[in-house]
């Protein structure tokens, strides 16, 4: 058990839609990263936040958002959802801000599009 | 740009058989590198780590890596895999310079009977 919580599990939606996916880091770590997994984009990075404030970007999509909130939850907003965004969304946490120490991942939440 | 390549997509190896998994960066300065396994279903485990100093550095589940500096290789090794050992195994490369962690594109083990 890595420590961090990744809510919900699995999720089907359509076409068009919004859906939120929560994370809750492990107890004392500020940074929290969301990636996205595919099978053809492999691990893709796509933000962080440390302590509430963004701080890194990567290949995030404008109709993708995120927060930290001040218990340090964050949450990941994905909306007109398109076929393509089916994949595995993986929220890590970190004590240190850079990436340079141990990343501890949840267990993801596949989002399937139909 | 810091990057990081797994040339093998898929490896087969039979149990009890030895294993070394490329991996090649690209970053100008000394990199953070990581090796982390990801079973079926789960999220991603750390295996090991180099920051600095002894480049031949020991991690969990018996894997052990060596950094060589003039080949930007970290090749993961262990000298006799176990059929649990079959999994996805990422490279990643962080620096101080920036936030983010880079992962390498994944190699996934197969181990035969």
């Known amino acids: 058990d890595s420590g961090v919580t990744q809510t919900p599990k699995h999720l089907i939606t359509a076409t068009g839609q919004r859906v939120t996916l929560r994370c809750s880091p492990r107890?004392?770590?500020?940074?929290v990263y969301w990636y996205q997994q595919s099978l053809d984009q492999g691990l893709q990075f796509l933000i962080q936040?440390?302590?509430?404030?963004?701080?890194a970007k990567g290949n995030i999509l404008e109709r993708f958002s995120a927060q930290q909130f001040p218990d340090l939850h964050s949450e990941l907003n994905l909306s007109s959802l398109e076929l393509g965004d089916s994949a595995l969304y993986f929220c890590?946490?970190?004590?240190?801000?850079?990436?340079?120490?141990?990343?501890?991942f949840g267990e993801g939440s596949r989002l399937t599009v139909l | 740009a810091q990057s990081v390549t797994q040339p093998d997509i898929h490896i087969t190896v039979s149990e009890g058989a030895s294993l070394e998994l490329r991996c090649n960066y690209s970053?100008?300065?000394?990199?953070?590198l990581f090796w982390y396994v990801q079973s079926p279903g789960q999220g991603l485990q750390l295996l090991l780590k180099?920051?600095?100093?002894?480049?031949l550095v020991q991690g969990i589940k018996g894997f052990e890596a060596e950094f060589k500096r003039s080949q930007s290789s970290f090749n993961l090794r262990k000298p006799s895999v176990h059929w649990s050992d079959a999994a996805e195994y990422f490279c990643?490369?962080?620096?101080?310079?920036?936030?983010?962690?880079?992962f390498g594109a994944g190699t996934r083990l197969t181990v035969k009977p």
């Open positions: 890590a946490s970190s004590v240190t801000l850079r990436g340079t120490g141990e990343l501890f």
């Open positions: 107890s004392g770590d500020l940074s």
């Open positions: 936040y440390y302590n509430g404030e963004e701080r």
């Open positions: 970053y100008g300065a000394t990199p953070y």
């Open positions: 180099y920051f600095s100093g002894d480049t």
């Open positions: 990643a490369v962080g620096a101080d310079s920036l936030n983010d962690m880079r």
